[in-house]
C-alpha cells in the first residue's frame, strides 16, 4: 500500500496584488497603518489645542478676547491642514479667511480688500514684465555669456551661482526661476555628458541656490511681501525694495557662494574639480528657443533697458515718490506694448501664477487678523515667561530661537508664505517684549526660512530638479547629507548678519 501525503500551505495574512510582491505590499500596509497613527496623533494635537484655547479665552483674568480666540482657533486648524493634508494650500488659506469673515471676527471688506493691496498688484505686474523677459531671450543669452566663461568645474559653479543670484530681479517666484533654470541645466548636461558626479552637483546645485538667493530682493519670494505687510500692520513700517536690497543681497551672495563651494567638495572629487572644462555657446544654444550668440537682438536690448529702469526705480523711491506698485504696472504695461514689448498681455497675464496670489492675499488676510484681534500678543505671550526668566540672555536667546524655527519649520509647513503667516506675526509681537526690534526679527525670520533644502517635497525648485527627463537627478539621501551641512552653515550665516552686519546697515536688532 502506498501512503500518499498532502502537505497545505496556511493562507497568507496578506493579500497579493498582482505584479506586487508580497514585501512590497507589507511595506505599503505598514506606511499606511504609520500615516493613520500620524493623523490620529495630530488630529488630537489639534483638538488639544482648540480645547486649551476655549478654556483660555473664558478665563476672567484673560488677555484673549473672543475675536481673538475665534481667530487663533482658525488659524490652528488652517496650519493643521497644511501640515497634516494633501488639500491645496490655497484652498485651505480662503477657506479659513471665509470662516473668519462667517463668524464675524474680520470684515468682509477686510478680506476682500487683500486683493486689493498694492503687494498683489506688484508682484502681479513683475510676473507680466518676467514674462517679457523670458520671451525675448535676455535670460537665456545671459545665462550663456556667464556660463561660457569657465574654465574649470569649480568656475562654473560660482559663475553658475552668479547668474542665478542675478535671475532673482527678472523672476518673481523661486518656482518661475528653477523652470527658467531648467533647460539651462539640460543644455550643460549634455555638454558635460559623461561627467556624472559634476552634472549631479549641478543638479544639486541650481535649485539649492534658488533658494537661498531669493531673500537678495525683495520680489523674490510671496513671504517677503507677507511679511512686510504684516510688519506694516502692526507697526506702521514695512520694507521697500532698496532697504530689503541692502540687507538681503550680501547674505544671498555669501550664503549662495558658499552652498556652491559645499555642493562641489560634497559631490565631486579633487580628480572632477581639477578636470578642465571648455563650454561652447552652440552646445547652450541647442536647448534654447532663442540665439544665445551673436549680438543682442531688438527685443533683447529693450527688454534690457525695460528691466533696469524698473530696477533703478524701485530702488529710487524716496527721490521720486512712486510707489513700486506703479512702477511695476508701467513697467508691465511697456513690455505688453504693441510698439515695444515682446509679450502681448493676454499671455502676460496667463504666466502669473494666479493660485500664489490668491494664497498670498488670504493668508495676508489671516496674518492681519491675528494682529488685530490680538491672538498673536496673547499666543506671544504664553511663550513670554520662560525667555523672560532669562534675563539679560533673553534677546540673543530669543534671536537664536527664531531663526532656528524658521529654518527647520519647512519640514512640517511646506509653503514659505504660510510659514510667514504663521511665523511673522507671534515674532513682531514677542520681540518688543524682549527688547528686540520687531523689523530686525521679521527679517531674520524670514531670511533663515529661505532654507527648504532637506526634502524632495521641502520646495519646488528642489523637486522639479530631482527627476529631470525622467532621469533621477539626485536621491533623497543626497538631499539629507546636504542638508547636514548646509542648514548649520545657513542658521550661522543668518545669525552672523543679524548681530553683526545688519545692524551696519541699518537694522539693529537692539533699539
Not at 502669473?352 to 492681519?368: C, D, H, K, Q, R
Request: charged share 10%; hydrophobic share 55%; aromatic share 6%.
Amino acid at each position: 500500500m502506498t501512503l500518499i501525503e498532502h502537505s497545505t500551505t496556511p493562507p497568507s495574512r496578506i493579500k497579493e496584488t498582482p505584479g506586487i510582491a508580497p514585501a512590497q505590499t507589507a511595506r505599503a500596509r505598514a506606511a499606511a497603518r504609520r500615516s493613520l497613527i500620524i493623523r490620529v496623533v495630530a488630529a488630537t494635537l489639534g483638538l488639544a489645542i482648540a480645547a486649551a484655547v476655549i478654556v483660555a479665552a473664558q478665563q476672567p483674568d484673560t488677555d484673549l478676547s473672543p475675536q481673538g480666540a475665534i481667530t487663533l482657533m482658525v488659524f490652528v486648524l488652517a496650519v493643521w491642514l497644511w501640515i497634516f493634508t494633501a488639500i491645496d494650500d490655497t484652498y485651505i488659506a480662503l477657506g479659513a479667511a471665509t470662516v473668519l469673515v462667517l463668524t464675524g471676527t474680520m470684515d468682509t471688506s477686510a478680506l476682500f480688500s487683500t486683493l486689493g493691496e498694492e503687494t498683489i498688484w506688484l508682484l502681479l505686474a513683475a510676473f507680466v514684465i518676467a514674462a517679457g523677459v523670458r520671451a525675448s531671450g535676455l535670460a537665456n543669452r545671459g545665462a550663456a555669456f556667464i556660463i561660457t566663461g569657465a574654465t574649470t568645474p569649480r568656475q562654473l559653479a560660482h559663475l553658475t551661482t552668479l547668474a542665478l543670484v542675478v535671475t532673482t530681479f527678472a523672476v518673481p517666484s523661486t518656482s518661475g526661476r528653477a523652470a527658467l533654470a531648467l533647460p539651462v541645466f539640460l543644455a550643460l548636461r549634455q555638454a558635460l555628458a559623461g561627467r556624472t558626479a559634476l552634472i549631479k552637483a549641478l543638479a544639486i546645485l541650481f535649485p539649492s541656490v534658488i533658494l537661498l538667493s531669493a531673500v537678495g530682493s525683495f520680489l523674490g519670494a510671496g513671504a517677503h511681501l507677507i511679511t512686510s505687510q504684516i510688519l506694516e500692520t502692526a507697526t506702521g513700517q514695512g520694507f521697500d525694495f532698496a532697504t530689503w536690497l541692502l540687507l538681503g543681497l550680501p547674505l544671498a551672495l555669501v550664503a549662495s557662494h558658499l552652498c556652491a563651494e559645499i555642493v562641489l567638495r560634497m559631490f565631486t572629487s579633487a580628480k572632477d574639480r581639477g578636470e578642465k572644462l571648455r563650454i561652447n555657446s552652440e552646445d547652450l544654444e541647442q536647448h534654447s528657443d532663442t540665439p544665445v550668440t551673436g549680438p543682442l537682438t531688438v527685443a533683447e536690448s529693450r527688454a534690457a533697458l525695460l528691466l533696469g529702469a524698473v530696477v533703478v526705480l524701485w530702488c529710487t523711491e524716496p527721490l521720486h515718490g512712486l510707489h513700486p506698485a506703479l512702477v511695476a504696472l508701467i513697467g508691465a504695461l511697456v513690455a505688453a506694448s504693441p510698439s515695444y514689448g515682446s509679450v502681448d498681455l493676454a499671455k502676460g497675464l496667463k504666466s502669473v501664477p494666479w493660485s500664489l496670489l490668491l494664497f498670498m492675499a488670504a493668508t495676508l488676510a489671516l496674518g492681519n487678523a491675528l494682529v488685530s484681534t490680538g491672538a498673536a500678543e496673547w499666543l506671544a505671550g504664553g511663550a513670554l515667561e520662560p525667555i523672560q526668566s532669562l534675563g539679560i540672555a533673553a534677546a540673543p536667546l530669543f534671536v537664536v530661537l527664531v531663526v532656528l524655527i524658521s529654518t527647520f519649520a519647512h519640514l512640517v509647513i511646506q509653503s514659505r508664505s504660510a510659514r510667514s503667516a504663521v511665523l511673522i506675526p507671534i515674532v513682531i509681537a514677542l520681540s518688543p517684549t524682549v527688547g528686540v526690534d520687531p523689523m530686525a526679527a521679521a527679517f531674520a525670520s524670514t531670511a533663515a526660512a529661505g532654507f527648504c533644502h532637506t526634502l524632495t517635497s521641502s520646495a519646488k525648485p528642489v523637486a522639479m530638479f530631482a527627476a529631470v527627463d525622467g532621469i533621477e537627478t539626485y536621491s533623497a539621501k543626497d538631499l539629507l547629507r546636504l542638508s547636514t551641512l548646509l542648514a548649520p552653515v545657513n542658521v550661522a550665516l543668518v545669525l552672523l548678519f543679524s548681530f553683526l552686519i545688519w545692524p551696519l546697515l541699518g537694522l539693529p536688532l537692539f533699539p
